[in-house]
T-cell receptor, first 116, second 110 residues
Framework: AQKVTQAQTEISVVEKEDVTLDCVYE???????LFWYKQPPSGELVFLIRRNSFDEQNEISGRYSWNFQKSTSSFNFTITASQVVDSAVYFC?????????????FGAGTRLFVKA | SQTIHQWPATLVQPVGSPLSLECTVE??????LYWYRQAAGRGLQLLFY??????ISSEVPQNLSASRPQDRQFILSSKKLLLSDSGFYLCAWGGNTEAFFGQGTRLTVV
């Protein structure tokens, strides 16, 4: 079954703290794609990263880093030295191939509050 | 470049009235299309996805239906709205690459 679990509903940190958002997924497929999106208060969804199931290299982009571990079916997202502008809802997503296309589902999201 | 249009942006409808939300995509052919709903303070729930004209997969039993009459057009409908249909509806296209989202429709059923 295809499932994405973001167990942390809300996280509150003080500016400059590091914070990790957890994502655990379930899939029967060997080929799949994982994503993180950010939804700021304005409501639009902002793409952050995409990973395919064969690429377990961790990635760093500025203050953002992602840890993909197939052994634990996890794709965690860390923000280093958090800033108030990081306050948003963050979604993890999983895309699997289906006949003719792909099916993409999202986790429930983690709301991050960064206080000054 | 690819763009996705979704309208209207906001909608207030009485219980029992019909619904039609439209989404169109430009700049790509045969896109995978999705309808998601985001209830207040909650995550994105996949309602329908479509891999081609006339091909609709429904993810959750509900009061809504979807249709894809043209390659780049995806419509979300209801014959009679319920209060529980209120929420933020997002159309998206994508697949194994990043998903591109419309601006969303905030539906309030009163």
């Amino acid at each position: 079954a295809q499932k994405v679990t973001q167990a942390q509903t809300e996280i509150s940190v003080v500016e400059k703290e590091d914070v990790t958002l957890d994502c655990v997924y379930e899939t029967r497929d060997t080929t799949y794609y994982l994503f993180w999106y950010k939804q700021p208060p304005s409501g639009e969804l902002v793409f952050l990263i995409r990973r395919n199931s064969f690429d377990e290299q961790n990635e760093i982009s500025g203050r953002y880093s992602w840890n993909f571990q197939k052994s634990t079916s996890s794709f965690n997202f860390t923000i280093t030295a958090s800033q108030v502008v990081d306050s948003a809802v963050y979604f993890c997503a999983l895309s699997e191939a289906r006949t003719g296309g792909f099916k993409t589902i999202f986790g429930a999201g983690t709301r991050l509050f960064v206080k000054a | 470049s690819q763009t996705i249009h979704q309208w209207p942006a906001t909608l207030v409808q009485p219980v029992g009235s019909p619904l039609s939300l439209e989404c169109t995509v430009e700049g790509t052919s045969n896109p995978n299309l999705y309808w998601y709903r985001q209830a207040a303070g909650r995550g994105l729930q996949l309602l329908f996805y479509s891999v081609g004209i006339g091909q609709i997969s429904s993810e959750v039993p509900q009061n809504l239906s979807a249709s894809r009459p043209q390659d780049r057009q995806f419509i979300l409908s209801s014959k009679k709205l319920l209060l529980s249909d209120s929420g933020f509806y997002l159309c998206a296209w994508g697949g194994n690459t990043e998903a591109f989202f419309g601006q969303g429709t905030r539906l309030t059923v009163v």
